[in-house]
């Protein structure tokens, strides 16, 4: 991977909010013609559903909003991804001490920095965590929270390196 940029979205199981948000940051990054800088990718912190495509209701809300999920399938979390990542975006709070412990062979003590929750990105939300849709059902909301998160990731990564 030579991108100037690796994202990593991580939740549980890898196939209903992190491939949610892998999709439709891939859509927001090509959109603004930025695929060739800026890579994504998600994991699951669970091994239970790796190989599978992402859950039907997270299948239905993308392809309700014309957003491609071909090829993406479940993995888990492995800690050479601390290296490779260079923004970890945990999708709840279990799911950042998770995959912290996961990593932690490979996370020196700055590039913990690297690792924060999906809805710090969205402060003004004033929800801690974006809510597991397997449980809830609520695909149509876990939606609205990604794609609002996904413009506040792009935004601090052209922030952060000073891409105008
Ligand atoms: P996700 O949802 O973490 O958003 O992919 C889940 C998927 C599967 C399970 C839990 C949560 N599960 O227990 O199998």
């Keep these: ?86 923004y970890i975006v945990c999708m709840d709070r279990k799911n950042l001490k998770d995959a912290h412990e996961m990593m932690e062979s490979a996370l020196g003590q700055q590039a913990a920095g690297k690792l924060f929750t999906f809805m710090e990105l969205i402060p003004g939300r004033g929800v801690p965590d974006v809510p597991d849709p397997y449980y809830e059902g609520n695909f149509d909301y876990v939606y609205e929270l990604v794609d609002e998160g996904c413009h506040a990731l792009l935004d601090k990564i052209k922030a952060d390196m000073g891409w105008s």
Aim: some cysteine.
């Design 1 to 86: 991977m030579d991108h100037n940029v690796r994202v990593l979205f991580v939740c549980l199981g890898n196939i209903c909010r992190s491939p949610m948000a892998e999709a439709v940051m891939r859509k927001l990054v090509a959109e603004k013609g930025l695929e060739e800088r800026i890579a994504v990718d998600s994991a699951g912190t669970g091994d239970w559903h790796i190989g599978r495509e992402p859950h039907e209701g997270t299948r239905g809300v993308l392809d309700a909003h014309g957003i491609t999920y071909v090829g993406m399938k479940a993995r888990q979390v492995i800690p050479q991804d601390a290296a490779d990542f260079h």
